[in-house]
């Protein structure tokens, strides 16, 4: 399992994490070829070929890490193609290691690395999503509320609190923060 914990490098993580999808797809028949290329990667794929481009090493790679290390290529895929540090013998029963499952980040979807879930069980967010909420500039007329409108359209954006323009209304109300995209108001 040694060999295959150090198979994955950032070289090829990177290669997985932005074409994995492409990848698996065309290995399990979900495109069809319309390159050359992509047929010589087919056949890596199914053993007729040898890897020549650092994209087909990369993902033989991964299939062999996984293969070898016991999971399945669905749950390194989710764990960022991090695989989990290998075990010595001497360690296999002293019980001290932690299994972390891997989750999701709440902001963007990405699993959170397993580093940070070993530090922060607790932890919601990766860290670049964790940075961002905290750096964000506060603003109290700005609400946790999410505009209804907006997300039954698949966009994510906050009410904020405003005030009438006519005198007669007084008062404060919530409107969409991508006025005049959006007006959606919410007087309750």
């Not at 966009?155 to 007669?168: E, F, G, I, K, L």
């Amino acid at each position: 399992m040694g060999a295959a914990v150090a198979a994955i490098g950032d070289d090829d993580r990177r290669l997985l994490i932005a074409h994995y999808e492409f990848y698996r797809a065309l290995d399990t028949g979900g495109r069809i070829p319309t390159t050359a290329a992509q047929r010589h990667f087919i056949a890596v794929c199914r053993g007729g070929a040898l890897p020549e481009t650092d994209h087909e090493r990369a993902y033989a790679r991964f299939k062999q890490a996984a293969a070898a290390a016991g999971l399945s290529e669905a749950a390194v895929a989710a764990s960022g193609f991090v695989l989990p540090p290998e075990q010595s013998d001497e360690d296999a029963g002293a019980g001290d290691v932690v299994d972390v499952p891997v989750r999701p980040c709440a902001a963007c979807g990405r699993p959170i690395p397993p580093e940070r879930l070993e530090a922060l069980p607790e932890a919601t967010q990766c860290v670049r999503c964790q940075q961002s909420a905290e750096t964000a500039p506060t603003d109290w007329r700005t609400s946790e509320v999410v505009c209804p409108r907006c997300a039954a359209r698949g966009v994510q954006s906050r009410m904020v609190w405003r005030t009438a323009r006519d005198p007669s209304i007084s008062g404060f109300f919530l409107g969409c923060s991508r006025f005049p995209a959006c007006r959606y108001v919410d007087r309750s």
